[in-house]
């Protein structure tokens, strides 16, 4: 049901493209009628005002999760009668709505929300959503999110990607922050170069002590902390867990064989770390999985400058992904494989600048996603478009998220000096 009412209204949606003159004098300039939703337009959706204490709040942040999406076209609301009294299609499309979102707070605290189809004239979707009775704590939040989610895959077939946080590093710390920016918060003492655990409880960091650099965890449920790797003299770093959440990768160095790093992986509940890699004196990096699991992306110069190689989880049947046709001194690095499993992101010099890339994987076809100031580490949201990634442009280290099929870029405004950030999967919304 959900995704043949997600055809009717993107049969019937308002998308930013060129209208005709007819069109422009009965709605906002800049949107027409399609017959279907194709990647670059943006359905024209407007959410309704919603009654009771926590309304403005809730219509808030599902107006920006709509906005963060890069699907939707908003459209500012309207008044609206009483939930459940018959809305007036025709003044909702003059005003230049496809679609319309209204929803009510029910008196248990869950939220009612009704999808309406306004050129079909109809309702598409309707279902009730369980939030925390605490307004505005991070539970609350992430299920204000997993609605706005649920209401984009309703209108595209695709779940959106609102429920998500990412993992930074400021000041020495871990930090979280939600997908819109919102809620910053440490979750660590101290550490670098986060990386999520699948599920979204754990994240995997690296400490650094006098003697040794060693991996830890921080459950972000309990706050309890571990150490993953705790080898005298060692210097692990750049930690990735795989996508079952059972092993983690990592760069390693030791005392004895200083001057190069190998790739390790170990179980991420503890246990030996088995090398993967034979340095030879060169460096290798920033491991990043595969979709499946069976694969990892890395960077090394074992060719005398940076590239980004590919190999099979045990380090075999190495290949050199980045091509020596666009630039032989470019030093890629920080490779993030798409979770769709197309595409690598990483980090290249251009005209003398870090710019963000992605290559890919079925033709070795590259893409620059960025062009201002210098940029590095990048990391992929988990629908495979959106990319968040550290840059200069703002005159100091910041976070900054891109859309990869429109070029729109936005700051998350957590602060100057945030770096090296790991975007998570989707989260579940506990009531």
């Not at 959410?47 to 459209?75: M, W, Y």
């Amino acid at each position: 049901m959900a995704r043949a009412g997600a055809r009717a209204l993107v049969a019937s949606a308002l998308l930013v493209a060129g209208a005709t003159a007819v069109e422009a004098q009965e709605r906002p300039s800049g949107v027409s009628l399609t017959l279907e939703y194709s990647p670059g337009q943006r359905i024209a959706l407007m959410v309704l005002p919603i009654r009771g204490a926590a309304g403005d709040s809730i219509k808030t942040i599902l107006e920006r999760d709509f906005d963060f999406s890069n699907r939707f076209q908003h459209v500012p609301a309207i008044s609206a009668p009483e939930f459940g009294e018959p809305l007036n299609y025709a003044l909702l499309a003059r005003a230049g709505a496809a679609g319309v979102v209204q929803s009510q707070l029910l008196a248990s605290g869950w939220l009612r929300v009704v999808l309406h189809d306004v050129t079909g004239k109809k309702v598409m979707q309707q279902n009730d959503f369980p939030l925390p009775t605490a307004v505005n704590t991070d539970g609350w939040r992430l299920g204000v999110h997993a609605i706005a989610d649920q209401i984009e895959e309703w209108i595209t077939g695709q779940k959106g990607i609102a429920a998500t946080r990412i993992a930074f590093v400021r000041e020495g710390r871990v930090w979280v922050v939600d997908s819109d920016g919102a809620n910053p918060r440490a979750v660590t003492p101290r550490g670098l170069s986060p990386s999520w655990h699948p599920s979204g409880r754990y994240i995997v960091y690296h400490v650094l002590e006098d003697d040794r650099h060693r991996l830890a965890v921080t459950d972000l449920v309990t706050g309890a902390q571990r150490s993953l790797t705790n080898l005298a003299g060692a210097l692990d770093n750049t930690a990735a867990i795989s996508p079952d959440g059972r092993s983690v990768a990592f760069a390693r160095s030791v005392e004895a064989t200083a001057g190069q790093t190998d790739l390790f992986v170990m179980p991420f509940q503890g246990g030996p770390a088995n090398r993967i890699t034979v340095a030879r004196g060169s460096i290798n990096l920033s491991p990043t999985w595969s979709p499946d699991g069976r694969r990892l992306a890395f960077e090394s110069d074992r060719s005398g400058r940076k590239e980004i190689y590919i190999s099979d989880a045990d380090g075999t049947n190495v290949t050199l992904l980045t091509a020596d046709a666009f630039g032989e001194k470019n030093r890629r690095a920080d490779p993030s494989w798409s979770p769709d499993g197309r595409a690598v992101a990483f980090s290249s010099e251009v005209g003398g600048r870090r710019q963000i890339l992605t290559i890919s994987l079925r033709d070795q076809s590259v893409r620059q996603v960025t062009s201002e100031g210098q940029n590095n580490t990048p990391t992929w949201a988990p629908d495979g478009r959106h990319i968040v990634f550290t840059s200069s442009r703002s005159g100091t280290d910041q976070l900054w998220v891109v859309d990869t099929e429109s070029g729109r870029t936005r700051q998350l405004r957590v602060g100057a000096g945030a770096r090296l950030s790991s975007w998570s999967g989707r989260l579940s919304a506990v009531p």
